[in-house]
């Protein structure tokens, strides 16, 4: 049971470059959560998704979008990278129910020059 | 939306010392009080949660205070020791909102020898 598994854990990218940063979970949650993290200001919220094929907008969604094709998987893309978006992204899960807890994976460190 | 801020920023208490850590939080129908530890380069770990239909809940050295009326939750963890290091976290979750958290801004603990 590896819990919350993030792809890749680190990666440089030059402004304007693309990429998609993968977060898999083998506990069969329905919800799942992309964050920023970034110095002084904990956990932003990007998007979520409460069920295969939904997404929606979190806190600070502007420059990324997601896929949520298959239950396990929830996919963070970066269509054009920038300097602004350097930071640590957390994919995080959780089962149905109020007051279930939400469970992080590892993190991928992201810096674009 | 929620917002919640934490207080101290950073925090330095003896070995063996109490260290508390308060956080409010502006929406009231926020429900779903967790709070995470970060060690340097980890993912948030969920140490403890309360529900709004709890004043206070305990586990070992950790234990969660909360107002509902102020509006504010507090963590106390007592008898610390140098693995007690880290970055902590409060959050807010609002139900019906599919469980998303509005993270604090965090507070570096340091227990020192």
């Not at chain 2, 693995?83 to 019906?96: L, N, R």
């Not at chain 2, 604090?104 to 340091?110: D, E, F, H, I, N």
Request: net charge neutral.
């Amino acid at each position: 049971n590896a819990g919350v598994t993030q792809t890749p854990k680190f990666r440089v990218l030059k402004t304007g470059q693309s990429m998609t940063l993968l977060c898999a979970q083998d506990m069969n949650h329905e919800y799942m959560y992309w964050y920023r993290q970034d110095p002084g200001m904990g956990l932003r919220l990007i998007h979520y998704s409460v069920g295969e094929g939904t997404t929606a907008k979190g806190e600070v969604p502007d420059g990324y979008n997601v896929s949520r094709l298959k239950k396990q998987n929830f996919l963070l893309g970066l269509e054009s990278a920038a300097p602004s978006q350097t930071s640590v992204y957390f994919c995080a899960s959780r089962l149905t129910g109020e007051g279930q807890p939400q469970h992080f994976g590892d993190g991928t460190r992201l810096s674009i020059l | 939306g929620e917002n919640v801020e934490q207080h101290p920023s950073t925090l330095s208490v003896q070995e063996g010392d109490s260290a508390v850590i308060k956080c409010t939080y502006s929406d009231s129908a926020s429900n779903y009080f967790p709070w995470y530890k970060q060690e340097l380069g980890k993912r948030p770990q969920l140490i403890i949660d309360i529900r709004s239909n709890v004043g206070e809940k305990k586990d070992q050295r950790i234990a969660v205070t909360l107002n509902k009326t102020a509006k504010h939750f507090s963590l106390h963890i007592t008898e610390t020791q140098p693995e007690d290091s880290a970055v902590y976290f409060c959050a807010a979750s609002i139900p019906g909102t599919a469980s998303k958290l509005t993270f604090g801004t965090g507070t570096r603990l340091q227990v020192t020898l």
